[in-house]
């Protein structure tokens, strides 16, 4: 059984083992509240309730005489933050990682301690949408809170609370703090007196897959029997699993798809190279994987899915997805369109450019595609940098991924076959391949990823189209960049 809690909506998937086949699942959107400018929240009871919810359907639909539930395991997004006193009673809303208040704050420590210094230490470049900026600003907007604070801490330590369990960290989720020091995998303490933070503060880090007890009731659904509990991962860490990748699969790279556009692969040893330290912004970053010592190389394009939805939204009204399928019927993709877009993120403002009269929805639509597509190139060729070799294929997961359509641009686009797995979800089956190894059904993760995992579809590189879009992706870079 794999929980995995979106951005948007929180998904229970009950996956079979022997397969990887997804026998029941059911989802919960998410209400993000914004109330003033740069704010991005969410109330962390309403993701617990969601939880609850998602999980009662889930289990009302299983045979339990035929189907036992072996493991509850979990996966997260990252770089949230939740003030909690010493009861675990939040004092804050769950902060966002597009929550933009601690841009000033967060800049004063990169200047105070130095850029090179801060990326060996933890591996990127913390910015507006880290941990740090975050407690920062409210250290200095909101004194009475800081004062009562006993624990910072994640979502994912919220959840393992709710079910009566330690709040602890895994190491993914400990790294996308932004505070640990990957040469100790523990905290790092001059960055923690920088904050005015402790140890017990953050909390107890363990491995991914690392079973930390067990339930036998998630809220009001009681279970059978008592259920062994893994921390899970960052959904990211645990997508590129859900594809199949692992610190052995040196030819494949992962792009897993949705409000963010993530790259990335693993790796057996930490990346540190003159791309990484020279960085200003956090566009690749290197840290901990998933999986028992693995390394975890990534970049990402923020507000990727949540640019489409706009464009959508504003020139057809409704972003649901009847509008998307209709727009999918109407668009074709044989070279690069005449209108140049460079998309809006949650810091940046976009821009249009080359529109006519004779310009439709449909042409904008297909050229936020196109210029979405490129910004996925882009971040790709800044991971390569940390890989060397170009991947062989590229594995494909996420929301945007169940386009046939939009699969063949990016192959057509970067040159490399893209390849889509039997579950789109690749966040939960990373979680539910961490379970499978964890309770003792495969011996290892690679075993559990070998049996549960299976490619679909490969998309290969049109010649011509590649020769296109070569040519519309260097203009795109000239413009832009």
């Known amino acids: 059984m794999t929980v995995d809690f979106g951005t948007s909506s929180v998904r229970v998937s009950f996956i079979e083992a022997e397969d990887g086949s997804v026998l029941f699942s059911a989802s919960k959107h998410n209400c993000i509240v914004s109330p003033c400018k740069g704010y991005a929240q969410l ?6 309730d969601n939880s609850v919810c998602c999980m009662s359907d889930v289990v009302s639909k299983l045979d339990r005489e035929k189907i036992q539930i072996s493991a509850l395991a979990f996966s997260f997004f990252g770089d949230n933050l939740i003030l909690c006193d010493e009861t675990y009673r939040p004092l804050t809303p769950l902060i966002l990682s597009f929550d933009t208040r601690g841009g000033g704050q967060i800049s004063t420590l990169l200047d105070d301690m130095g850029y090179e210094k801060v990326i060996r230490k933890i591996g990127s470049v913390p910015d507006w949408s880290s941990v740090p900026a975050k407690y920062l600003w409210l250290c200095e907007n909101k004194r009475e809170i800081i004062g009562k604070t006993a624990y910072c801490i ?3 330590q919220y959840i393992l609370r709710k079910l009566g369990l330690a709040p602890v960290n895994d190491k993914t989720m400990a790294f996308r703090k932004s505070l640990l020091n990957l040469e100790s995998a523990w905290w790092d303490q001059e960055l923690l007196e920088y904050l005015g933070l402790t140890d017990i503060q953050l909390g107890e880090i363990v491995e991914s897959g690392e079973v930390i007890g067990s339930v036998v009731e998630y809220g009001n659904v009681r279970f059978p029997y008592p259920v062994p509990v893994i921390p899970g991962a960052h959904d990211c860490s645990l997508g590129f699993a859900g594809l199949g990748l692992n610190e052995n699969t040196d030819t494949l790279m992962g792009n897993i798809t949705g409000t963010f556009d993530h790259f990335g692969f693993f790796r057996k040893d930490i990346v540190m190279n003159e791309q990484l330290l020279r960085q200003r912004k956090n566009e690749v970053l290197t840290g901990c994987g998933c999986f028992n010592k693995s390394w975890i190389v990534m970049g990402a394009i923020p507000a990727y899915g949540t640019y489409l939805e706009w464009v959508v939204r ?8 009847e509008t998307f399928e209709r727009l999918w019927g109407q ?18 403002k976009g821009r249009m450019e080359g529109m006519e009269l004779t310009t439709t929805g449909v042409d904008i639509f297909a050229a936020a595609v196109e210029a979405l597509t490129y910004e996925s190139r882009r971040v790709m060729e800044l991971c390569l940098t940390c890989k060397g070799e170009r991947p062989s294929e590229i594995r494909i997961g996420g929301g945007t991924s169940r386009s046939d ?23 939960s089956m990373g979680a539910a391949i961490l379970g499978a190894a964890a309770c003792g059904i495969f011996h ?9 995992i299976q490619v679909t579809k490969i998309f ?10 070569e040519m519309g992706y260097q203009r795109y870079m000239e413009k832009y960049y």
Request: net charge negative; hydrophobic share 35%.
């Open 331 to 348: 668009v074709q993709f044989h070279g690069p369109k005449s209108i140049f877009i460079y998309p809006a993120s949650t810091v940046e």
């Open 43 to 48: 109330n962390p009871e309403q993701l617990w």
């Open 405 to 427: 359509i939009w699969n063949q641009l990016r192959a057509d686009t970067m040159g490399i076959p893209f390849a889509c797995t039997q579950n789109t979800e690749a966040s």
């Open 444 to 452: 290892d993760v690679e075993s559990a990823a070998k049996e549960m």
């Open 460 to 469: 290969v590189p049109d010649k011509e189209n590649n020769s296109r879009y």
């Open 154 to 156: 994640t979502n994912q």
């Open 314 to 321: 504003t020139f057809f009204q409704d972003a649901n997805q």
